[in-house]
């Protein structure tokens, strides 16, 4: 009989502990690996997103990808949304070759994140500068680099809602 190890589950890069997460990072980050932070709510992934994730992972040796809480989602996005559970959106971006780890957050914005989690570089889409992005100071004051990642902001789950909607109207 041949034993055959079993390779790694896209379930297995969930992890929701933060602070476990941190310290499998601080590992990382002290072998000389480049971390690369990413967030949003990825509901309904689009061509959009894997773009920006691709870029991101690009640009390093890992990437983290946190996911906005349903209750986060629902309130940046508003009633009805996010279409996908938040398990279920961990999951599928687990699913994803070039994501190393995925975690959720409650938060509005990724400061907390950013200071648990010290990455190298924090990656967001293009449709943001380093004017308009909420965790600016963090970064400044924890010395890490934001990176802008993807195509021209072309794609988005709400004009896939919108484009469904008008689909069903028909």
């Known amino acids: 009989m041949v034993v055959v190890p079993r390779k790694q589950r896209s379930k297995d890069k969930i992890i929701t502990d933060r602070k476990s997460l941190a310290a499998i990072l601080a590992g990382l980050r002290a072998s000389g690996k480049v971390i ?4 949003g709510v990825f509901d309904l ?19 983290v ?11 940046l ?7 996908v559970p938040e398990v279920e959106r961990l999951e599928v971006l687990a699913g ?10 409650e ?11 010290l990455p190298t570089l924090y990656a967001k889409g293009s449709d943001y500068s380093l004017k308009t992005l909420p965790e600016k100071d ?8 934001a990176v802008f990642v993807g195509d021209k902001k ?10 469904i909607q008008k689909l069903k109207k028909k």
Do not use: M, W
Not at 36 to 39: F, G, M
Not at 47 to 57: K, P
Not at 65 to 74: G, M, P, R, T
Not at 154 to 163: D, E, G, P
């Open 36 to 39: 690369v932070l990413t967030n």
């Open 45 to 63: 992934l689009h061509v959009g997103h894997t773009r920006c994730l691709e870029d991101a992972r690009s640009r390093g040796d890992l990437l």
């Open 65 to 75: 990808v946190a996911v906005n809480s349903d209750k986060s989602a629902e309130a």
């Open 77 to 83: 996005k508003g009633k009805g949304q996010p279409v």
């Open 96 to 105: 994803l070759s070039f994501v190393d780890y995925v975690t959720t957050f």
């Open 107 to 117: 938060e509005p914005t990724a400061d907390a994140l950013l200071q648990q989690l």
């Open 138 to 145: 963090t970064l400044k004051s924890l010395d890490i680099k």
């Open 154 to 163: 072309a794609h988005s789950t709400t004009k896939l809602i919108q484009k």
